[in-house]
């Protein structure tokens, strides 16, 4: 397994993501380790690794929620962390929901979509949460739905403001056969339209089938980096295993 | 600033619509203000001390007491399943969390002192009436200071294990220049003096107010960076 060379790592066209040597130390751990790579509109990068490889930390510097330590990175031309204006282009999905529980799903979802600016949000609102089959239960108190629908009116949430950038953080989390589908077409038809996705998943199967570009992460960098020419499911589940076992 | 000031209200709006589903706070720091006035009350001796020199520590001692209860929620409903992160990853700047939890706050210790003000007049038998205006900017001064430091201890005990604890170890401290000037000025009012012989105590809380959350809302960012 060798580590990808920079050089490698180029996507094709004008990037709207791009790390160079991106590096993040949680005192002297190095939770990122020099992650260079690009990502073209319309771009899916599939992440996979074992636990504490560093992904959501990757994410999580995506998403202006963490400074890097060394490095750099820029998002749709606006290096990190950007601010505001950066932000404004992300929609961070995680296994958490960050929603909160007293409101009901159309508060929480339309709390979000005027953070992001939409001053008359109500028809987009329910555009985000019919595309995840979440307007009939759009009144009910996030609390009184299962962990499953939270997660799609997390999604819904996410995706109100039209992001160029999707971080997805284990987003599969809790969803259900039909969930897990509505999802995967939702994500496929925001590559279709140029918004690039960053998604990082411990499901193989569902990761790949997305994805125009896939890394395997270990001790906080790439292992592993291909394309999509250059995917082959098998050698990457062999490769996955292989640094979920020499971690555990 | 327009902008700032916009996502302020709606982050605020949006914590007192979760305070008023769930109540419990406010309930938590109403029952506990009157449990307080109660305690006094059956704690004083009316022969030795007179109650205009009572009155005024008490308001005060179970406001900051009451204040606390409210100013922990503030960030706790944002600790549940992360929603701190979807705030601080939207496209809003980290003042106007910090302000918009202030405002939420302000509100809050405002609807509790709404409520105890006229439980000590009623306790203590005190006629409030003629002093309502300045007792009122008072409470507000008071009240401003008070969830400015408040609200910044809030964000930074939340993450930790004794949040509970630590909240008021560090902010009570803050709180003394508070407590001492309005419970002295309450004092002139309630003994009668006229509302010029307060100016000074005035004078510091308004101070410490545009100092403390100028300042607050300036540190706030370095909270949440990591």
Redesign the interface.
């Given at each position: 397994m060798k580590p990808p060379s920079p050089s490698t790592l180029s996507s094709t066209g004008a990037p709207i993501v791009e790390t160079v040597d991106l590096t993040r130390a949680f005192g002297s751990r190095q939770a990122v380790a020099g992650i260079t790579f690009s990502l073209a509109p319309g771009d899916c990068l599939a992440v996979f690794g074992p636990n504490g490889a560093g992904k959501t930390t990757l994410l999580r510097l995506l998403?202006?929620?963490?400074?890097p330590s060394s490095g750099s990175a820029q998002l749709a031309g606006i290096p990190l962390p950007g601010?505001?204006?950066a932000?404004?282009r992300?929609g961070?999905i995680?296994h958490?929901?960050?929603?909160?529980?007293?409101?009901s799903a159309r508060?929480n979802v339309s709390?979000?979509a005027?953070?992001?600016?939409i001053r008359d949000p109500a028809t987009r609102v329910d555009e985000s949460l019919s595309r995840m089959s979440m307007l009939e239960r759009a009144d009910a108190?996030v609390r009184l739905l299962s962990r499953g629908m939270?997660q799609r009116v997390s999604i819904a949430?996410a995706m109100v403001h039209s992001p160029q950038v999707v971080l997805a953080d284990e987003p599969y989390s809790g969803l259900d056969e039909s969930g897990a589908r509505a999802l995967t077409a939702l994500l496929r038809e925001l590559r279709s339209t140029g918004t690039a996705i960053i998604i990082v998943t411990h499901n193989l199967a569902e990761g790949l089938s997305l994805a125009s570009h896939a890394a395997v992460m270990q001790r906080g960098k790439f292992v592993r980096y291909d394309t999509s020419a250059r995917i082959d499911p098998k050698s990457y589940a062999a490769t996955y295993r292989e640094a979920v076992a020499s971690d555990g | 600033m327009g902008d700032t000031l916009f996502?302020a209200w709606?982050i605020a709006r949006?914590d007192l619509?979760?305070e008023f589903?769930?109540r419990s706070a406010f309930f938590s720091a109403v029952v506990f203000a009157l449990l307080g006035l109660v305690i006094f009350y059956y704690s004083w001796d009316p022969t030795a001390v007179a109650v205009t020199d009572l009155a005024p520590g008490v308001l005060w001692v179970v406001f900051t007491f009451s204040g606390l209860l409210g100013l922990h929620r503030s960030f706790g409903?944002e600790t549940?399943?992360?929603?701190i992160?979807?705030?601080?990853?939207?496209?809003?700047?980290r003042e106007a969390i910090f302000l918009g939890k202030a405002i939420a706050n302000l509100i809050f210790v405002a609807a509790v002192q709404l409520v105890t003000i006229p439980a000590l007049s009623l306790f203590y038998n005190l006629p409030l009436g003629q002093i309502a205006a300045p007792l009122i900017a008072i409470a507000l001064l008071a009240a401003i200071g008070l969830v400015a430091v408040g609200t910044l201890f809030s964000a930074m005990a939340v993450n930790t294990r004794l949040a509970e604890l630590l909240l008021p170890m560090l902010a009570l401290p803050f709180f003394v220049p508070i407590v001492i000037a309005a419970s002295q000025s309450t004092a002139k009012l309630l003994s009668g003096r006229p509302v010029a012989e307060a100016g000074a105590w005035l004078k510091l809380l308004l101070a410490f107010d545009i100092v403390f959350v100028a300042a607050c809302t300036l540190i706030y960012p370095f909270t949440v960076?990591?």
């Open positions: 998403a202006g929620l963490l400074k601010g505001t204006l932000r404004s992300v961070l995680s958490h929901t960050m929603l909160y529980e007293a409101l508060e709390f979000a005027r953070l992001y600016g108190p939270q949430r | 996502a709606l949006k619509a979760i589903r769930t409903v549940a399943d992360h929603a992160d979807g705030l601080l990853a939207s496209p809003v700047s960076e990591d």
